[in-house]
């Protein structure tokens, strides 16, 4: 249903039509390229849709990637297993267990930074050390107030 | 990849999750729309539904994609509230005035509403030719139909998309 002849050259008698979108995406064999390019100089209204057509691709080549919700694919990943398993198909059923699923793991985090950790976890350096190691430096002044002065509250007596 | 040369559902979503939203929400038009589609897919590539063809991933699932969206479109569409019309004209919007020109920074979502409109055979078309990136072979091999309709779709998807765009 070729509309060129066997020398490459338009042989429909209208317009390019289809084709023009074939040889914006490089789809044409060179010499129906050719025989269009040929058609376009002479026919004002294959020009005109070949730009119409051309900005049409320019803007949807165009469009950005588009960044799933938040969590998405984390929320499908915990849903995923027992979806499989009773492959109900019911996609609806699947979006609101991926809501269940971030909200049970939303749940579990807030258990194991709050409530999981009872007692105070070690820091780093030692407090004890530290307050050694200041005590130690401080006593080797030899005025020891006007050292602790910058940090401590302003005192006055007997006013 | 596991043992049976099918990706994993965590390589897929790690390494291809915002290029599988992408082509999944400019299909769709639409975010939940987008997000049920995706698990549709990621579904059927862990159940092994799909025979993985070595090459290139994206244009895999860009398949998978697509013809799951067109699937369920179909379903739909033969139900009675949800048929469309025949003459792809009928369903184009009307097109923005003069004082509402298309702004820089607004293009992306207009162009989007346009796609939307566009009836679901074009805009799978032209969203594989055109987001994806696929040869019209390519796009023929995995819609199984012509080069010559799959040419033809993409040429009316994008006058289509012009005319609504004008």
Known sequence: MSRFGTNGGFAGGGHLGDVLSALLDGELPAPQAEGARAHLAACPDCTQELAAVSQARSWVR????????????????????????SATGDRATLRRRAGLAA????????????????????????MPRLVEAHATSASVGADLLSKLAPVGVPVSFGR | MSGSGIPTWEEVARDH????????????????????????????????????????????????????????????????????????????PPSPGADVALAAEALP?????????????????????????????????????????????IHRGRALLRKTLA
């Open chain 2, 17 to 92: 999750g915002r290029f599988l939203y992408t082509v999944a929400y400019r299909l769709t038009g639409n975010s939940n729309d987008a997000q049920d589609l995706v698990q549709e897919v990621l579904l059927k590539v862990r159940r092994g539904l799909e025979t993985y063809r070595p090459g290139s991933l994206e244009g895999w699932l860009s398949r998978i994609t697509t013809n799951t969206f067109l699937d369920e479109t179909r379903r739909q569409r033969r139900r009675p509230v949800d048929l469309l019309p025949e003459d792809p004209d009928r369903v184009v």
């Open chain 1, 103 to 126: 909200l049970g793991a939303a749940a579990a985090a807030v258990t194991v930074l709050g409530v999981g950790s009872p007692s105070p976890r070690p820091v780093s350096p030692s």
């Open chain 2, 109 to 153: 979502d207009h162009v989007q509403e346009a796609l939307r409109a566009l009836p679901e055979e074009y805009r799978a078309a032209v969203v594989m030719c055109d987001v994806v990136g696929l040869s019209y072979q390519e796009i023929s091999d995995s819609l199984d139909v012509p080069v010559g309709t799959v040419r033809s779709r």
């Open chain 1, 62 to 85: 165009a469009l950005p990637l588009v960044d799933p919700p938040f969590g998405f694919y984390e929320r499908m990943l915990l849903d995923h297993q027992p979806a499989l398993r």
